[in-house]
């Protein structure tokens, strides 16, 4: 049975340990700590932030909308129920402040925050184990009033749980009878949290292992058993359902427990802990996705002597980790770092600036050039259309084209194969349903041509094309309501086809941004119903046949409309925008974008003004964002910034020029500081050569050659020393020679792989006379080579096949730049099944592999398929859920058959019956099957007219926009 560690014979104040720690820190500050690696997804160097108000550790710390919130633990002297919170940034974590106290004494507590609420769940106190669950607001202002809510189904501590999409999972723990390999999800509201549910048990009972969400899977690395710690890491699916099958995937680096884990941006990172040899100050990352965790990369360690039991959590590209135990005792200290991610920006840049100040501009870009119509002015509507070319060295002069037919503000405009294509909008008369449409070139904007007419006055709507279809979604009526309706035509050189009604969206919206990527549709923020801003997501797979079911995934940072988003190479970036404090922001958010939804959303560099209603587009890797509304008014200031690729540096040149004037016997120091970031190997080889004069010359010549591998880290500094004894005149030439290679690998959809090499030469020529003069010059040069970023996209057909059944799979390579992908994508799979040959040819957009895949195991399946990449292109990867059945799906089982009879409602409520009577549904359904032949003709009729009354009277509304 698992014992907690007895620190009474620590002595905290010691004047011993005191001066072994300061000696030991002071000898830590001149290695490294941990292997430190330049991928643009690990963790930087460590930061020390405000301190925690005690030494405290296992207790719970969880982050929400720029604070960080802190539940009990352990303080030395017992446990504790103090709670605590402080602001976090950048700069790291501000003030902490008391805020209201947990109603019990607790540590090995496990809390999660959710849509403005935090939640605790179990916990070990003075006198056993919790089953209890409390909840509370938070905000700015603190947390407020502790509520009772739905207990735990056992007494626990030590259990790791999270939180995603409204549900709380919770997994293993130590209960009275041991450790546990129990897994219990339930509901969290503002209501509390709901009734939990048994699911999938973990394959192993573990205590203070630690599981995070991302994406629709939960992760969960190492923990500690009966036999001791574990390196296993297990992940699965979660949804209203549960937690879906455990599976295995990479192993720690290490057997561990006690270390906190967080997922961000596609990657995993944990930190710490207590392993076989004692604490480590060790911090691994690994990517994640549907197919597990992947490699395991060493980054920054952690900078203390071995921690245990701290807490941490990643927030907007930064991790904060607060106390511990460490191996001489508590700590209060708090430490953070920021995550180094792909897809951020580069410092933004002015450029050229648009013919006039204007509010709410539609733009789009097309074969390098970016077209903007209408907008309001400050002396009205404008009907002004104006382009440019637009380049990495920002948008070039701006050109008046063919005005569009009428004054226009708020109407969404999207190009698509040569063609710009504008809907409805406001005229500053009247709220218009009017569709145009004009060609596009580097000459222009041809004639605009009235085409089909959207199906609803409105504006404030978004819109974007992708594969030959325009979407368009919300919008607000003349009488100020808004709607939740999705429409969508075809789009071509004759212009719109026939407007269609989809599947209408989630809630009421207007002014919200969507964009397309990939065979799905995503929207972010915006305004809903009584004009309340919401920072809900939705997103939804688009095809020939419409918007499919929309689904709600991670939210924006905060409720915002007005905001312009825009997608590149697999990510969303989001600019500025009109926030519930009432005011404009220039904050800047990006996350990646898939199959699943978006990831988290993380923040980079910030606008140059604070914005709104501005028109953001990307194009070949830059992001350009024109006019607006600014807290000045409305403004022409354009802006541009580049897309970091994976570890892409720019090119630099920098000289430093040191001149010191002495006399005597003096030691010359001149220190020279450049900004240099690399892990580099250097050789060198140094001459020197002294003429003595006065009584005797004397020539010596020296060769050394050092050889050494060492890790630089911004900033670098170099010191030069030179001793000259009067009246001696010494001549010293110094010359070294460097060649530092580093090559990042990033293997994700975006961004890119890329390789730096950087050749510094520095040249030092000391001539002393007395009085001396030393000039010393270096010279700097950093070249870089960025890969074209590509996207690969899997699909098998059909979906669901019988096991044995062989289904055929192909994936689509494509590069953003639209140049061909010599070479193969190579497929793999997540269960068991064969592969035929894998065979290629080039298209004029991609490299297309087709292969035929038979699986022989029931279930899920995903089936993955990467492309390598090659000296010009980055890798990328893509993957598709296969079903894999024992029957034969062409035919459909009993339950099939029957439950195709019935409409979703009363297959339901049937359902509903059968779990309060006890009888699985599929008896009830294969009973309705067996019943079909008795029923006869007339039965089957009956059933299909009361399967059709029943739809009717559960959607009596027609798709349509009006109220």
């Not at 708020?410 to 698509?416: R, V």
């Amino acid at each position: 049975m698992w014992k907690k560690r007895s620190r009474s014979a620590v002595v905290r104040n010691s004047g011993i340990i005191i001066i072994s720690l300061v000696i030991a820190i002071s000898f830590l500050a001149l290695i490294p700590l941990g292997h430190r690696t330049s991928s643009a997804e690990s963790i930087a160097g460590w930061s020390e932030g405000t301190s925690y108000p005690s030494d405290t550790d296992v207790q719970s710390c969880a982050a929400y909308s720029g604070y960080v919130y802190c539940v009990g633990g352990d303080t030395g002297s017992g446990y504790t129920n103090a709670v605590y919170y402080a602001p976090i940034s950048s700069s790291g974590v501000g003030t902490w402040s008391s805020t209201t106290s947990f109603p019990v004494n607790l540590g090995y507590i496990s809390c999660v925050t959710n849509s403005g609420y935090i939640y605790c769940v179990g916990g070990l106190n003075g006198s056993g184990y919790s089953s209890a669950v409390y909840y509370a607001t938070i905000s700015s202002s603190g947390v407020g009033t502790w509520s009772s809510t739905t207990s735990y189904p056992s007494e626990i501590g030590g259990q790791s749980c999270a939180a995603y999409s409204d549900y709380i999972y919770c997994v293993g723990g130590l209960n009275g009878s041991g450790y546990s390999s129990a897994v219990y999800y339930a509901t969290i509201s503002s209501s509390g949290v709901g009734t939990w549910s048994s699911t999938a048990s973990y394959p192993n009972s573990e205590f203070t292992l630690s599981c995070t969400t991302y994406s629709g899977y939960i992760y969960c690395v190492g923990g500690e058993n009966a036999y001791g710690y574990s390196s296993a890491v297990y992940y699965a699916t979660i949804s209203s359902s549960g937690v879906g099958t455990w599976s295995s995937t990479t192993s720690y680096p290490s057997e561990i427990a006690d270390q906190p884990c967080a997922a961000y941006f596609g990657y995993i990172y944990c930190v710490g802990g207590e392993t076989n040899d004692g604490l480590t100050v060790g911090v691994y990352y690994a990517p994640i996705s549907p197919s597990g965790v992947g490699t395991w990369t060493t980054t920054a360690g952690y900078p203390t002597f071995g921690i245990e039991e701290e807490s941490c959590a990643i927030s907007a590209g930064y991790i904060y980790c607060i106390g511990g135990n460490t191996d001489y005792g508590l700590i209060d200290y708090v430490y953070y770092a920021e995550v180094n991610l792909a897809g951020s920006l580069s410092p933004w840049g002015a450029t050229t600036s648009y013919p006039t100040n204007v509010f709410g501009p539609s733009c789009a870009v097309y074969s390098g050039y970016i077209y903007c119509v209408g907008g309001l002015t400050g002396s009205g509507y404008s009907s002004a259309v104006y382009y440019a070319p637009i380049s990495s060295s920002g948008v070039g002069a701006w050109s008046s084209t063919t005005s569009y037919p009428t004054d226009i503000e708020a109407q969404s405009c999207a190009a698509y194969s040569g063609y710009i294509y504008c809907v409805a909008g406001y005229t500053g008369s009247a709220v218009t349903d009017t569709v145009y449409y004009a060609t596009i070139s580097s000459s222009g904007v041809g004639s605009w041509t009235s085409t089909a007419s959207y199906p609803a006055d409105v504006f404030g709507q978004s819109c974007a094309t992708y594969s030959g279809y325009i979407y368009c979604v919300g919008g607000e009526f003349s009488n100020g309501d808004v709607t939740y309706g999705v429409a969508y035509a075809s789009v071509s050189s004759s212009g719109v086809g026939t407007w269609s009604y989809s599947s209408n969206y989630p809630k009421d919206i207007a002014y919200e941004s969507c964009v397309t990527g990939s065979g799905y549709i995503y929207c972010i923020a915006g305004e809903g119903d009584s004009h309340v801003l919401i920072d809900n997501v939705y997103y939804a797979a688009i095809s020939s046949s419409g918007v499919g079911a929309w689904s709600s995934t991670t939210s924006y940072p905060t409720d915002i409309y007005d905001q312009s988003c825009t997608a590149y190479a697999g990510y969303i970036y989001c600019v500025g925008g009109y926030n519930t404090s009432s005011s404009f922001t220039n904050a800047v958010y990006y996350t990646p974008i898939s199959s699943s939804g978006v990831g988290n959303w993380g923040s980079t560099t910030s606008y140059p003004i604070d914005i709104e209603v501005q028109s953001c587009a990307t194009y070949s890797g830059y992001i350009y964002c024109v006019a607006g509304d600014s807290t000045s008014g409305y403004t022409n200031a354009v802006y541009y910034a580049a897309i970091s690729s994976s570890g892409t540096t720019t090119t630099s040149s920098t000289t430093l020029t040191s001149t010191v004037t002495t006399t005597s016997s003096t030691t010359i120091t001149s220190t020279l500081t450049s900004t240099v970031t690399s892990t580099s190997t250097l050789t060198s080889t140094t001459t020197s050569t002294v003429t003595t004069t006065s009584p005797t010359t004397t020539t010596q010549t020296q060769t050394t050659t050092v050889t050494s591998t060492s890790t630089t880290t911004s900033p670098t500094t170099t010191t030069v020393t030179t001793t000259q004894t009067s009246p001696t005149t010494t001549t010293v030439t110094t010359t070294v020679t460097s060649i530092s290679t580093t090559t990042l690998t990033s293997t994700t959809t975006s961004p890119t792989t890329t390789t730096v090499t950087s050749t510094t030469t520095s040249v030092s020529t000391t001539t002393t006379t007395s009085p001396t003069t030393t000039t010393i010059t270096s010279t700097t040069t950093t070249t870089s080579t960025q890969l074209v970023p590509t996207s690969t996209k899997v699909t098998c057909k059909p979906s669901t096949v019988k096991e044995g059944s062989p289904t055929t799979c192909t994936a689509i390579a494509k590069s953003a730049d639209g140049s061909k992908l010599p070479g193969k994508v190579e497929f793999s799979s997540s269960g068991e099944g064969t592969f035929s040959a894998v065979t290629c040819k080039e298209d004029s957009t991609g490299t297309k592999c087709t292969v035929t895949y038979t699986p022989s195991q029931v279930g899920k399946q995903i089936i993955n398929g990467t492309y390598p990449g090659d000296q010009y292109h980055a890798p990328s990867s893509g993957f598709f859920t296969l079903t894999v059945t024992g029957d034969d799906p062409a035919k459909g089982s009993p339950s099939m058959v029957a439950a195709g009879m019935l409409n979703p409602t009363v297959g339901g409520a049937l359902s509903s019956i059968a779990s309060k009577l006890a009888i699985a549904p599929e008896a009830v359904n294969i009973a309705l099957f067996l019943a079909l032949p008795a029923l006869g003709t007339a039965g089957a009729v009956v059933l299909m007219i009361r399967r059709k009354r029943t739809l009717q009277s559960i959607c009596p509304k027609t798709n349509s926009f009006t109220e």
